[in-house]
């Protein structure tokens, strides 16, 4: 496994590889990213996965400050798995210019996480433009659980570039609970919170097919759990997931959610 700290190191490693396939991630690796990963590994002849805090999509410098690193832990993984390249760039490496035209989400798809949290799929989109445009693969692996990070980093790099997004299922523990990185901040009690109302919400997308006014009926379901777990909810909303827009229809449908337990924001979708 290479190990490459900037752009030089890239250059040199990567030049003859045209079927490579590209894992972006911020570290403190789990089983979501592993199969991400595994998945390029089939698919592609060689793998890079990139290591990088991005603080552009960080809306809450706290969050930033406390998201968790675990780099000793990432490498002795990504060497098990016998991954082809590791890029860990500094923030120097990847912000060394300004861009000429900012990105901009349209007001469209101001919803959600987009809404909640002003400015974050900006800074996402602006690091994967960076990274595709150096890395150049022909494959990126994203994960599901990131539904809407997905849908619109799809819609811009599929337009700029020749890379290819490949969407890879989420993988969840036995109770149904989305693997996070974030979830190594929650305490036992929030964990098992978490746990019981990741549940919670897939036994509600089971059921919402026989709800006929379903806006309604979650709206229900959403201050039922509020009381039940103390948590703020930001949204659980039925969207389809083409366009991302509200829906009374199950087919084509995912039910997402994004909650809080304490300070730490957690989202996922059914
Ligand atoms: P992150 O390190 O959280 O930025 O995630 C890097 C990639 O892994 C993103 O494409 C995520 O959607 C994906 N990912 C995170 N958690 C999971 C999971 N539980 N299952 C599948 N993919 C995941």
Not at 30 to 36: N, Q, T, V
Not at 143 to 161: A, M, R, T
Not at 176 to 192: D, G, Y
Not at 247 to 261: P, W
Request: hydrophobic share 35%; aromatic share 10%.
């Amino acid at each position: 496994m290479k190990i490459l700290l900037n752009k030089n190191d890239l250059n040199e490693a990567l030049y003859s590889h045209s079927n490579l396939g590209f894992v972006p991630t911020m570290g403190s690796l789990h089983e979501g990213h592993i199969s991400l990963i595994k998945k390029s590994m089939k698919q592609c002849k060689k793998t890079l996965v990139s290591i990088f805090i991005n603080p552009t999509q960080f809306n809450n410098k706290n969050d930033y400050k406390n998201y968790p690193k675990n780099y000793k832990r990432d490498l002795s993984i990504l060497r098990n798995l016998n991954v082809d390249f590791v890029f860990i760039p500094k923030k120097s490496e990847i912000y060394n210019y300004k861009r000429i035209k900012k990105i901009k989400i349209p007001e469209k798809h101001k919803i959600m996480c987009a809404k909640y949290r002003k400015g974050h799929f900006e800074g996402v989109i602006d690091v994967m433009d960076r990274l595709t445009k150096i890395i150049k693969p022909k494959k990126i692996f994203m994960g599901e659980k990131d539904f809407q990070q997905l849908y619109l980093v799809k819609k811009f790099i599929e337009k700029n570039y020749k890379s290819r997004i490949i969407s890879c299922k989420t993988i969840r523990d036995k109770n149904k609970l989305a693997l996070s990185s974030r979830n190594i901040l929650l305490n036992e009690s929030e964990l098992s919170i978490a746990r019981q109302l990741s549940k919670n919400i897939y036994f509600i997308k089971k059921k919402l097919n026989k709800i006929k006014d379903k806006k309604k009926f979650l709206l229900k379901k959403k201050n039922e759990i509020k009381k039940i777990y103390n948590t703020s909810i930001e949204y659980l909303e039925l969207r389809n997931i083409n366009n991302l827009q509200i829906t009374n229809n199950i087919k084509k449908s995912k039910l997402f959610i994004a909650y809080y337990l304490n300070k730490i924001r957690l989202i996922d979708n059914f």
